[in-house]
Antibody, heavy 119, light 108 residues
């Protein structure tokens, strides 16, 4: 069965960077785009961007351009999202989510990784 | 950017009642590329509906989606206790994917 397992919670200081991992299993990793979505405490969902695990090509929401980097390691079926120059309003749960072929909705989600930015 | 506005923000209903949730878009959503998700506290969202009206795998038939253009609806025909949650719509008709602000369905 399809599973996306994310790395554990992180606490970071303002200005630092964080890298969250998402290990996929149960399907062909390179066959499906992986997206990242975040959710601030008590708030709604916000799309950050996506990576094509086959080519490594990325598309980022303009809001995060210059601060976010999405990569992947196909040898271990893992996607990564790195966010730099963290601010307090980056405190959120970060989700990876798989998109079916040819579509950009999300049929499988990771369990989420809480990133807390605090001095 | 396509802005999605969900209404109402909160819906207070009893088990067995019908729930009607709305999602309005600031511009037409291409090809009815709209999805609905359910989220319970502490959990990741779960896909309910895609392409405006197609049920995802394993989703009960009491959930249905409809609409096109700028107006979309999620209907839960008879609320079960496990349906009380927050519901989000998401459009994927443009390169910048966006979500609505959510509707909380709570027990009256």
């Amino acid at each position: 069965q399809v599973q996306l397992v994310q790395s554990g919670a992180e606490v970071k200081k303002p200005g630092a960077s964080v890298k969250v991992s998402c290990k996929a299993s149960g399907y062909t990793f390179t066959g499906y785009y992986m997206h990242w979505v975040r959710q601030a405490p008590g708030q709604g969902l916000e799309w950050m961007g996506r990576i094509n695990p086959n080519s490594g090509g990325t598309n980022y929401a303009q809001k995060f351009q210059g601060r976010v980097t999405m990569t992947r390691d196909t040898s271990i079926s893992t996607a990564y999202m790195e966010l730099s120059r963290l601010r307090s309003d980056d405190t959120a749960v970060y989700y990876c989510a798989r998109a079916p072929r040819g579509r950009q909705y999300f049929d499988y989600w990771g369990q989420g990784t809480l990133v807390t930015v605090s001095s | 950017e396509i802005v999605l506005t969900q209404s109402p923000a909160t819906l207070s209903l009893s088990p067995g009642e019908r729930a009607t949730l709305s999602c309005g878009a600031s511009q037409s959503v291409s090809s009815s590329y709209l999805a609905w998700y359910q989220q319970k506290p502490g959990l990741a969202p779960r896909l309910l509906i895609y392409d405006a009206s197609s049920r995802a795998t394993g989703i009960p038939d009491r959930f249905s989606g409809s609409g096109s253009g700028t107006d979309f609806t999620l209907t839960i025909s008879r609320l079960e206790p496990e349906d009380f949650a927050v519901y989000y719509c998401q459009q994927y008709g443009s390169s910048l994917l966006t979500f609505g602000g959510g509707t909380k369905v709570e027990i009256k």
